[in-house]
């Protein structure tokens, strides 16, 4: 079972995140920042509009669920519980950042942002994952 995990799923969980931090990036298009603020809606080069289309529909905060899901197939393809523990860390880190990132937005944004939240349930597990564990009976993974 090992194998099928380094051989298989884990390169394909690497290549996936590739393609949904690539997808949140060219979604944000000029709003793409290094900071963890939003940008100024006010401002004249275009940029500070709430992106909530695209991957964004999905969930949240797609480029932090790409990379734990990329540090996810990275330690299954190197079978290492190390890395493994890690990317668990990980997404603890990144969820408090996301919650940081979402207390601007909200003051930036208002009740458009709140509204956003209310229709994109997902922070960082994507709203289909969040509908399924529903189905099954569990508890919400993220309560926001």
């Known amino acids: 079972f090992g194998d ?3 051989l298989a799923l884990g390169p394909a969980l690497i290549g996936g995140s590739l393609v949904i931090v690539y997808r949140a990036a060219a979604d944000l298009g000029t709003n793409l920042s ?4 939003p940008a100024d809606p006010s401002s004249d080069d275009g940029s500070g509009s709430l992106i909530d289309t695209g991957i964004y529909s999905y969930v949240r905060h797609p480029m932090y669920s790409g990379l ?3 540090m996810a197939g990275l330690s299954m393809a190197t079978d290492s519980a190390t890395r493994l523990l890690l990317t668990i ?3 603890f880190v990144l969820d408090a950042k996301a919650d940081f990132e979402e207390a601007k937005l909200i003051q930036t944004y208002g009740d ?8 994109v349930k997902g922070k960082l597990i994507p709203n ?3 509908s399924l564990l529903r189905k099954k009976g569990e508890a919400d993974p993220e309560e926001d």
């Open 34 to 37: 290094p900071w963890p603020v």
């Open 4 to 6: 099928i995990l380094a």
């Open 89 to 91: 860390a990980l997404y």
């Open 128 to 130: 289909a994952a969040i």
């Open 68 to 70: 734990i899901l990329g």
């Open 112 to 119: 458009e942002y709140v509204d956003y939240m209310f229709k």
